[in-house]
């Protein structure tokens, strides 16, 4: 399964909203250090039941938008 990911990282508090195809997710680790990716990867698995190493970051390593996969 793909899944199409808008990142905000440093937001005041963590939130997962639906827009069409895409999820818009606000998280309030940084960016930096690799931090702000990890947390997302943590979200998308609780929220789908899926194991984290299941969950990985395609493209967009460095950029707000993300495309993600997740294995079953």
Do not use: Q
């Amino acid at each position: 399964m793909y899944i199409k990911v808008f990142v905000t990282p440093d937001a005041k508090r963590e939130k997962v909203e639906e827009k069409g195809e895409a999820l818009t997710i606000s998280v309030r680790e940084p960016a930096s250090g690799n931090r702000a990716n990890n947390r997302v990867r943590e979200i998308i698995a609780l929220r789908l039941r899926s194991p984290l190493g299941k969950v990985r970051i395609l493209t967009g390593h460095h950029s707000r938008a993300k495309m993600i996969s997740v294995g079953t």
